[in-house]
């Protein structure tokens, strides 16, 4: 026997989808088998992020033609009724607006109809319409790499993605899982032994997809990864510590998400609902936020996929999403505070606090008294669009996904929910 033979019986091969691994025998790497749940859910998003960034770009860039053809027919000479041209604009309106922005874009559709490059010669390069590239993600904690393996092996239209570990073991096992998959994934799929905290921090808005999949608590990787995410990009979120979600120990979750939980019927609708607050509140911090798409409960964990974009004005609307619960200690009942609120005067919006407290002293269902939990995250944890597209992607596909039965019952019943609330 040879001794490339040898070494392989220390092994045995692991197949998910369309990605093999191979695990020691020894199980020196993490590897969960149960969390290909979360992995085909992954996917699925993914394949829905990858075919709207698609459609949003092109509708940009039509907008932005639109934008200039519908300028350059207002600014360009036309002809008078003797056959001679005109130069003055058909509106004089324009005249006190020529120094401004719309001005600059009349200079640029002029400059286009000289023939000079119009993104060279006015348009600043944060203001351009660059080419749409390959998504690029980011797994920051790689263990084995099946997850980075299976994205580059079975989503379509994916440019480069990055494993992250700083186990030693598990980047040699992941190098060494990106050869035994041969081409299709070397060539996408790169591993580096790094601290994912500090790999996010080096490399600010750089990534299309961020995901972290952490064993345990999230919170420690939530404000680099919010850096991390190139504007409009994808955080892909799971937590496991669903005790300390969930009201066990509140202490614990107060310091780990800044939010405070409480008992109730529905804690793991409260635990997505900490986390996202959490998320938000980081990306705060560097005047970005968050727009969540789909949140889900699966299994021991939780699992949220959010856009983050950047706005400095949106984020004074942050406060408008956040609540806190006064729940009751002797019956279900329970109510929402939310920390902020709007006042418009003519065509001004300002911002004040919240108007409360919402509750009496004591429940007048039962009588007893309140818990006060939160602030928690009170604005929509789900997007219905992107959930039906989700869900229809993976009919499409249901070949494609091991755990079909799993991820088509619960995006069905966010879709179902979703269409219960819309009739209210």
């Not at 921090?201 to 919170?219: C, I, N, Q, R, T």
């Not at 409960?297 to 004005?313: C, E, G, L, N, Q």
């Not at 992607?393 to 929910?417: C, F, H, Q, W």
Request: aromatic share 8%; charged share 25%; proline share 4%.
């Amino acid at each position: 026997m040879g001794d490339v033979e040898k070494k392989l019986e220390a092994y045995e091969v692991k197949r998910e989808g369309e990605a093999e691994i191979l695990m020691l025998k020894t199980n020196a790497v993490f590897f969960n088998p149960v969390q290909v749940h979360n992995r085909d859910m992954s996917i699925a998003v993914l394949r829905t992020f990858v075919a709207n960034r698609k459609e949003e770009h092109e509708e940009m860039i039509n907008k932005r033609n639109k934008s200039r053809q519908h300028v350059s027919q207002d600014i360009l000479p036309k002809a008078d009724g003797d056959g001679t041209s005109s130069e003055q604009p058909a509106s004089s309106s324009l005249d006190g607006e020529i120094n401004g922005d719309h001005g600059k874009e009349l200079h640029r559709t002029v400059d286009k109809a000289e023939g000079l490059s119009t993104e060279a010669t006015h348009t600043p390069s944060w203001k351009r319409i660059r080419e749409l590239n390959a998504p690029v993600v980011l797994e920051a904690l790689a263990a084995s790499g099946l997850r980075s393996l299976r994205y580059a092996r079975e989503i379509d239209g994916l440019g480069k993605v990055v494993a992250l570990d700083n186990d030693e073991a598990s980047v040699e096992a992941c190098k060494r899982n990106i050869k035994f998959n041969g081409s299709a994934a070397s060539d996408k799929v790169e591993a580096h032994l790094a601290d994912a905290r500090v790999y996010m921090l080096s490399h600010p808005k750089e990534f299309d997809v961020v995901d972290l999949d952490p064993y345990g608590s999230p919170a420690i990787f939530l404000d680099s990864a919010v850096q991390a995410v190139a504007d409009g990009g994808l955080l892909m979120c799971t937590a496991t510590d669903m005790a300390v979600l969930c009201g066990a120990n509140g202490e614990v979750c107060y310091s780990k998400y800044g939010s405070y939980p409480v008992k109730g019927k529905y804690c793991h609708e409260m635990a997505l609902r900490i986390l996202l607050a959490c998320i938000e509140s980081h990306a705060n911090r560097y005047k970005r936020f968050i727009v969540p798409v789909l949140s889900v409960s699966m299994d021991f964990y939780i699992r949220v996929f959010v856009r983050v974009f950047t706005s400095a004005s949106e984020i004074k609307n942050a406060p408008l999403k956040l609540s806190y619960v006064y729940q009751c200690v002797g019956c279900d009942s329970f109510h929402l505070q939310c920390l902020g609120r709007t006042v418009t005067k003519g065509k001004s919006v300002k911002y004040a606090p919240g108007i409360g407290p919402v509750v009496p002293q004591v429940c007048s269902d039962c009588g007893k008294k309140f818990n006060v939990g939160g602030p928690i995250w009170s604005a929509p944890i789900h997007d219905q669009d992107w959930v039906l597209s989700t869900l229809a992607g993976v009919k499409a596909m249901k070949d494609r996904y091991p755990a079909y039965n799993k991820i088509t019952s619960v995006l069905t019943t966010v879709s179902e929910v979703l269409l219960l609330l819309s009739c209210y």
